[in-house]
């Protein structure tokens, strides 16, 4: 009977074509303990339903410091429920952190490893590899679907773990890109059950078909989904087609490094994002700015020498003209709700601005130089630049930042910057030096006959006040 195998395998093929593209028509659908998944709202004919969860076939590892690897069945949860944790290593006793890659990710990946592993040398507890990776392949769109499901299995496991002893408020949650907004998922399914998770820790959650214009906040990751919602921003953009990640801050407190967009050291393409949501098919890691938010990630767990210092901004309408200009860098030392350090739980609240370093490592000492410009000067136009060397490094400072590059006499002149971690302090540069540098414009840029700055003074200071 072995000529059949070839028309059962066609016939089975077309069974479930049917069923696909009956699925993608579809608004509504019931899986069993999971409950029913409803597309709506606007966009709605972008989504459709997800697909069943034996196709998708989530698994979750649980790594302990006695069993940091995902390797045999004590570590892997077969089913999310009470049972299948009894057989695993999962301590109740121990907090407990979950990882949940992005779009085209592994729950393998080094990024993903590498947190794991620094999160057992810091931490005593369970941490928990979500591998959605079959769902979170394909068509974007088709991921976004899935995206709801894989949430509700990874919650209602989390409830289990309570139910067991967890206390919810240990439990934190953290996603990369789609995998951020599994973590929003996870949360309403714990308050879905009066529950409540502690953390989740959001790196440049996905934007596309997550705007906030597109759906009620239940249906994407918002400050609801845990007692503390923290979000590191670096692949926004306020052009639909430019960027990976939200712009817009979706939680307690949101990180942006250098504005939330085009990371230093990237060179990422406005060809490249539009691709993607034409396309729909990419790996979301392998974006340089939209994956800069792991680098940085990593840093914050790793580092014992620097520490990522958010400033408060109110009423910044432009990074670089309202912050990089200096005008919010301040003293955290005088008003600590001003400041926050990225990775802790402090009195900080909304949207929080730093500059950092270009290649790893991108944590740095952010310094604010002033330069003070000479009644004497004329209006002129071209570049001031300022290098500052400390030690055997040096830091650059761009002090015009305009396009236009005008600068006149009389006028204070600042910028921020990330120099090397604890490379300037009081205690150790007695003698700094500043190189100078200005270049003129030329042809229809250029302003008057020559070119010339005077300078009457020049200021350093550091985020604790110290000129």
């Known amino acids: 009977m072995s000529w059949l195998d070839p028309g059962q395998r066609l016939w089975d093929h077309l069974v479930s074509r049917i069923v696909y593209l009956q699925r993608l028509g579809r608004k509504s659908i019931c899986y069993d303990a999971l409950g029913c998944f409803h597309v709506r709202g606007l966009l709605s004919h972008l989504r459709r339903v997800p697909d069943h969860p034996r196709k998708l076939q989530t698994g979750l590892w649980i790594c302990t410091r006695a069993n940091p690897d995902p390797l045999n069945a ?22 407990v952190k979950i990882i949940v890659h992005g779009y085209g990710g592994q729950y393998k990946s080094p990024n993903v490893i590498a947190a794991k592993n ?39 496991t989390l409830v289990a773990m309570v139910t067991m002893g967890t206390n919810a408020s240990d439990i934190h949650v953290i996603g990369f890109s789609l995998g951020a907004q599994v973590a929003g998922f996870i949360g309403e399914t714990l308050k879905s059950y009066g529950l409540k998770l502690g953390r989740i820790t959001g790196l440049d959650p996905a ?7 597109t759906l009620p906040a239940y249906r994407r990751l918002d400050h609801s989904d845990a007692k503390y919602v923290e979000v590191i921003h670096t692949d926004g953009s306020r052009i639909w087609s430019d960027g990976f990640g939200l ?7 949101d990180y942006f490094p250098n504005g939330g967009v085009d990371q230093p050291g990237c060179r990422d393409t406005y060809v490249g994002a539009l691709a993607f949501r034409i396309n729909n098919n990419a790996n979301s890691s392998g974006v340089c700015s939209h994956g800069r938010s792991w680098g940085i990630f990593l840093e914050m767990l790793t580092s014992k020498h620097c520490q990522f210092l958010g400033f408060s901004c109110p009423g910044l309408r432009d990074f670089q003209r309202d912050f990089l200009h200096g005008n919010c860098f301040r003293s955290c030392d005088e008003d600590t709700s001003a400041c926050g350090v990225m990775g802790q ?49 040096a830091t650059d400072f761009s002090l015009n930042l305009s396009s236009l590059g005008v600068i006149e006499g009389g006028r204070e002149m600042s910028v921020v910057a990330a120099a090397k971690p604890g490379s300037v302090s009081v205690e150790n540069n007695l003698n700094l030096t500043a190189t100078i540098t200005f270049t003129p414009s030329r042809g229809m840029m250029r302003i008057g006959g020559q070119q010339h700055i005077f300078l009457d003074r020049i200021s350093l200071m550091d985020h604790h006040g110290n000129r």
Not at 148 to 153: A, D, F, I, P, T
Not at 207 to 213: A, G, I, T
Not at 356 to 372: D, E, F, M
């Open 345 to 393: 739980v402090g009195r900080a609240r909304g949207s929080l601005y730093l500059v950092t370093r270009p290649t790893s490592p991108y944590c740095g000492q952010q310094l604010r130089a002033s330069v003070w410009i000479s009644p004497m000067t004329l209006l002129t136009r071209g570049v001031l630049q300022m290098k500052l060397h400390h030690g055997a490094t």
């Open 118 to 156: 620094a999160i057992l040398q810091a931490d005593n507890a369970n941490v928990v590899l979500v591998n959605w990776q079959r769902a979170a392949k394909g068509q974007y769109s088709r991921a976004v679907s899935n995206a709801e499901l894989v949430g509700r299995q990874v919650g209602k």
């Open 247 to 253: 712009l817009s801050p979706v939680g307690h407190v």
């Open 207 to 213: 934007s596309f078909l997550f705007e906030s214009w």
């Open 74 to 95: 004590t570590t892997q949860l077969i089913t999310f429920d009470k049972n299948s944790l009894e057989d695993s290593v999962f301590d109740p006793g121990l907090p």
